[in-house]
């Protein structure tokens, strides 16, 4: 099982679309994908139950008690069959809360929007991911969203500056668009989508999901998970 953990602090960042989207992509892909919503909000549940019948299945389930993060409990409600598992969790989730969620994870992706205010939140929260041992050691490995972008303004350019000081993490960035609003509403990713419109974002997403492709690799010893296949092989290059 492939573990990746969505994460920040600061609530508006775009953590259930980031979500969203990769359970879709990796739906799509033919992985048993499970998806836990930590967020009393349930976004991200609200989501999978409007999946359509003929979608591919996201099995979804609701947890909005993050101190228990994916103790005991959780793990024994996750399908056996699971390869890639996703956890939503809340804006405001405080630190032995995030700590205990990090444990069970093999990657974290922080989202970030272009807006001071929630930059500095995010760097107080990256200050925390930093302390982890599980970051320190290099098990738990972290990547960067430039979320919401639009290109051209003073905003993105201070975040994409701010990220490039930040070299011991990976950094992806996506594009601001109500796409991703307009197919929330029907439990859709831009993955499940076929338009032209939807296509056309998902370049975007190919640097973050090679990088999970690496990640899923290193860690794919024998029992340990399934590797993913690379995203150009799954949905073509468009």
Known sequence: MFRVLVANSKGGC????VTSSLAGYFARSGKRTTLVD???QGSSLAWSAQRA????PVHALASNDPANGLAAGWLLRIPASTQVLLIDTPAGVRAHEFESLARHADVLLIPVVPSPIDLRATMKFIDIV?????VRSGRLRVALIANRLRE???STKQLDA??????QA???RVRDSQTYVGLAESGKSVFDDDTSQSRSHRADWTPLLEWLESRAMELSQPGNVTPLTPPAQRLGNG
């Open 38 to 40: 930590c967020d009393p």
């Open 170 to 172: 990976a950094k992806i």
């Open 14 to 17: 775009g953590k259930t679309t």
């Open 130 to 134: 930093r302390r982890l041992q599980e």
């Open 53 to 56: 019948a003929h979608l591919a």
């Open 152 to 154: 051209r303004t003073n």
């Open 162 to 167: 701010a990220l490039d000081r930040l070299t």
